[in-house]
């Protein structure tokens, strides 16, 4: 049976995210972390579907972590991906928690947190991959923000999760998320292919579309966890306010990373985006060669000089933009509010007055 209209779309925006995060596309082995759910069953099927296109030529693995929490429920959910990844033609492995982990149930989140992410990072170095995949969301990382915000964080509390954060010998995360990156032959890092586009909604109508019936887990309706009080009681409410609340709140966690990263940048990068945002046309070349964070803030300032207001002008025109510049396979052309409009010729971008037909 071909793929539906959903499942092209799917799969089409995570090989993107995957050529833009510079994963592996080649013999290279790669992790999958799959739980059951929706989200990293969606992740599991659209990988099989990009390779059995040939889209990808990656050696995949799904690995799965027993944390014996629900009892015969964990075992079953074990079961059920094991079958997901026998029926993808995917390696499994899998490893269980010590009953005295969880003995107590206090704290109980971050220590399964620790216990997963200790998992995977041996999972990892037994295959021989520098990359783990996890099917974390825009609605987790909607959610991540709210907890941090509550907990009283700071800029880089409220930025959430980045694209990709290194792993440390214990399998916990350490170092600053970035919004992209590839890693050295050696260190292996997390990546999280879904953050930047997909929403819960996709992934579930993306698995129901193919055939699959997810693993439901009931703590996730548990209002004893903080995040499930955010999930289920805070941001129905907020919805009332603004619809669209999760991508709106994901979007801030964008744009708050974006800024903690030109905080942190490199000042030679700062002077150089000033320098080309300043010119009557960018140089494409010139443009690709900075950091993302630094190319969204170049091209917003020269919109900023070339327009004279940013109205209309949000992160998705700026981000198509910069991808305009930056990939060969973007167009040629961005419309902008007021009749103009990006168009990149000769190496270089340029502003252009639209004409409309009377």
């Not at 905080?263 to 010139?286: H, Y």
Request: hydrophobic share 40%; aromatic share 4%.
């Amino acid at each position: 049976m071909s793929p539906t209209h959903l499942q092209r779309k799917f799969t089409l925006n995570l090989l993107t995210e995957w050529r833009k995060l510079g994963l592996p596309l080649g013999p290279e082995p790669v992790l999958l972390a799959v739980s059951g759910g929706a989200d990293s069953c969606a992740l599991a099927l659209a990988v099989s579907e990009l390779s059995q296109r040939g889209k990808l030529d990656c050696r995949i693995v799904i690995g799965h972590f027993d944390h014996g929490i629900r009892g015969s429920k964990s075992a079953k959910d074990a079961r059920f991906v094991e079958s997901l990844a026998k029926r993808l033609g995917f390696r499994f492995v899998t490893a269980k928690a010590k009953a005295s982990v969880f003995r107590s149930r206090s704290n109980l989140e971050e220590k399964a947190r620790i216990a997963r992410y200790g998992f995977l990072q041996s999972a990892a170095k037994e295959i021989r991959t520098r990359a783990v995949l996890t099917a974390h969301t825009r609605n987790d990382q909607a959610e991540t923000l709210l907890l941090n915000l509550i907990r009283g964080s700071g800029l880089s509390g409220l930025a959430g999760m980045g694209s990709v954060r290194e792993m440390d010998a214990a399998g916990t995360k350490t170092g600053s998320d970035s919004p992209s990156g590839v890693s050295s032959e050696t260190e292996i890092r997390l990546y999280r292919p879904l953050l930047s586009w997909a929403s819960r909604e996709d992934t579930e109508r993306f698995v129901s579309d193919c055939g699959v019936e997810p693993r439901t887990d009931a703590m996730n309706e548990d209002p004893a966890f903080q995040r499930v009080r955010i999930r289920k009681q805070i941001l129905p409410v907020l919805s009332e306010l603004n619809p669209k609340i999760i991508e709106a709140l994901a979007r801030t966690a964008d744009t708050l990373r974006l800024e903690l990263d030109l905080l942190s940048g490199d000042p030679e990068d700062l002077a150089e985006s000033k320098t080309i945002s300043s010119m009557r046309s960018m140089p494409v070349a010139r443009l690709r060669e900075l950091p993302r964070a630094f190319a969204v803030h170049s091209v917003r300032s020269w919109i900023l000089t070339r327009k004279g207001d940013l109205r209309g002008i949000d992160r998705e025109r700026v981000d198509a933009i910069v991808d305009l510049a930056c990939s060969s396979k973007s167009g040629r052309i961005v419309e902008l509010p007021g009749s103009v409009s990006v168009v990149k010729r000769r190496g270089r971008l340029c502003f252009e007055d639209v004409k409309v037909e009377k």
